[in-house]
């Protein structure tokens, strides 16, 4: 800038002529003109159109890939670098730099104007936002895409994140106990987006019509939910930004876990290890976890945990089986074909019939699962002895090996069906322990039967003692009568029996 104000100084004041200019500053004429031609010193030149010789018969495909890019989400959408490897499959021989700029001016006219947006403050204490993420890992050897719930304290940044094999309003429930767990505290507010297992219905404004199983939730803990307007994700920024980041620092390589509850465990220690590393982003010399600690003196003390399940009625089918989330679970054999409440938590499954709890099982996450519990069906085999010998309940029941021995032996027998049956529905009144001692009894000594093992139980069990009766003190002796076993002594003496 400073070689072209002392040519245009020489020329327009001095009156130097171009090739005077050329012969004193050794540049050439056609330099000098562009310096004399330009309104002032240090005028670049900005292109107005780039010019695309290779890239302009390719411009249409690439234009149709972006736009049915754009109708996916945001994780399926391709990179520039994806569409120049495939429009370098196609037969372009251009540079990557003309695909990247062609995409960026591409998604700015669709998108026009960038948005502005207002910085938000939370006090300390006052509110936490909460999102969901689908997130892909392995566990036992096989790959999930899993669903991850994430928490964010909005004053110290402090997050918390748990995954579920669903979305649904149980894991939704677990995951609000297991965050303030680990927060040790509540806040004031909780900020969501409108997801059906919390928000029933939109109104005007930031009215909003809640689940009523949510707002137990959130009487319980006294929170205020407050709902973000639609498509107004700046509005809980915080987390939006949080399910990125947590993808890279936690999720990137693919976790491989053998169990959920594992790869649990796992990303609670790195929420704690990535708040202890991290600074604040405005309290610079203070990590995530020294403000969080200051942020805790602002909690409000942790009740008891929620009842975090999803209630509904079912109808037990004749097979004593009710049908839950594409699965199947066992009740007790006496609820067969009537109507039963189903409590599904976050990890197992508990059936009631009117207050009375009549089968509990491990959640199955899968489809068209098969969960048995032999007990529900013992007391039918009572009658139908046997269904004993291919009964699906029956098979593989981790008994007690002295109990398999003897069921292996009388079902061998004929009729061997009701006596190993009357065996095992002993277990029922006598417990498994004790039957296990009378068939190894029975075992030991080779009188392997139904009449030995139910005789041994029987001598095994004892009776309680009747309470003492009290006995009123004018029923009461005032000389109690001793025993004095000597008096039989006189019985041995000899005995005259002559006839007078």
């Known amino acids: 800038m400073e070689s072209e104000s002392k040519i245009r100084r020489l020329h327009f004041v001095q009156?130097?002529?171009?090739?005077?200019?050329?012969?004193?500053?050794?540049?050439?004429?056609?330099?000098?003109?562009?310096?004399?031609?330009?309104?002032?010193?240090?005028?670049?030149?900005?292109?107005?159109?780039?010019?695309?010789?290779?890239?302009?018969?390719?411009?249409?495909?690439?234009?149709?890939?972006?736009?049915?890019?754009?109708?996916?989400?945001?994780?399926?959408?391709?990179?520039?670098?994806?569409?120049?490897?495939?429009?370098?499959?196609?037969?372009?021989?251009?540079?990557?730099?003309?695909?990247?700029?062609y995409v960026k001016s591409w998604k700015a006219e669709k998108n026009g104007a960038k948005a502005a947006y207002v910085p938000l403050v939370f006090e300390p204490g006052d509110a936490y936002q909460f999102d969901w993420s689908e997130e892909t890992v392995e566990i036992a050897g096989s790959v999930y895409k899993v669903k991850v719930a994430h928490f964010r304290l909005c004053n110290s940044r402090k997050f918390f994140v748990v995954a579920y094999f669903r979305e649904s309003q149980e894991m939704l429930f677990d995951a609000h106990n297991k965050a303030f767990s680990f927060f040790g505290g509540l806040c004031k507010r909780g900020i969501y987006d409108n997801m059906k297992t919390a928000v029933t219905s939109i109104l005007i404004g930031k009215e909003r019509l809640f689940n009523r199983r949510f707002l137990a939730l959130m009487d319980h803990y006294l929170l205020e939910p407050v709902a973000c307007s639609p498509a107004a994700g700046w509005e809980k920024g915080q987390v939006e930004n949080q399910v990125d980041n947590v993808r890279d620092w936690i999720f990137r390589p693919r976790l491989k876990f053998e169990s959920i509850a594992l790869l649990n465990a796992h990303l609670m220690q790195q929420c704690e290890l990535i708040a202890q590393r991290r600074k604040h982003p405005d309290i610079k010399h203070k990590n995530i976890s020294d403000v969080f600690r200051d942020e805790q003196a602002s909690f409000r003390e942790l009740p008891y945990p929620f009842e975090a399940y999803q209630e509904v009625n079912v109808r037990v089918s004749s097979t004593c089986l009710i049908n839950y989330d594409r699965n199947r679970y066992s009740v007790d054999c006496a609820y067969a074909n009537n109507t039963v409440c189903v409590r599904a938590y976050a990890n197992r499954i508990v059936v009631y019939a009117e207050d009375k709890k009549i089968g509990e099982h491990p959640r199955q996450f899968g489809r068209d699962h098969t969960t048995f519990d032999?007990?529900?069906?013992?007391?039918?085999?009572?009658?139908?002895?046997?269904?004993?010998?291919?009964?699906?309940?029956?098979?593989?029941?981790?008994?007690?090996?002295?109990?398999?021995?003897?069921?292996?032996?009388?079902?061998?027998?004929?009729?061997?069906?009701?006596?190993?049956?009357?065996?095992?529905?002993?277990?029922?009144?006598?417990?498994?322990?004790?039957?296990?001692?009378?068939?190894?009894?029975?075992?030991?000594?080779?009188?392997?039967?139904?009449?030995?093992?139910?005789?041994?139980?029987?001598?095994?069990?004892?009776?309680?003692?009747?309470?003492?009766?009290?006995?009123?003190?004018?029923?009461k002796l005032s000389i109690e009568p001793t025993t004095d076993c000597t008096h039989y002594n006189s019985l041995l003496k000899e005995v005259s029996h002559v006839q007078q």
């Open 15 to 101: 009156g130097y002529t171009i090739k005077a200019l050329v012969r004193k500053t050794r540049l050439s004429r056609n330099t000098i003109r562009r310096v004399l031609r330009s309104e002032k010193a240090g005028c670049t030149y900005e292109r107005v159109e780039q010019p695309k010789p290779k890239l302009g018969k390719y411009a249409d495909t690439l234009a149709s890939w972006l736009l049915e890019d754009s109708k996916l989400s945001r994780k399926e959408r391709r990179t520039a670098a994806r569409y120049h490897a495939q429009l370098q499959s196609e037969g372009y021989k251009g540079a990557y730099d003309s695909v990247q700029r």
């Open 374 to 475: 032999p007990w529900h069906y013992v007391p039918l085999l009572e009658r139908k002895p046997g269904a004993l010998r291919n009964g699906a309940p029956f098979k593989d029941w981790a008994l007690p090996k002295p109990i398999l021995n003897v069921k292996d032996q009388l079902l061998k027998r004929k009729g061997g069906d009701r006596e190993c049956v009357a065996v095992l529905v002993a277990m029922l009144e006598h417990g498994i322990e004790a039957v296990q001692v009378a068939c190894e009894l029975a075992l030991a000594d080779k009188t392997v039967s139904k009449d030995v093992i139910l005789n041994s139980l029987s001598r095994l069990h004892q009776e309680s003692q009747p309470q003492a009766i009290e006995i009123p003190i004018a029923l």
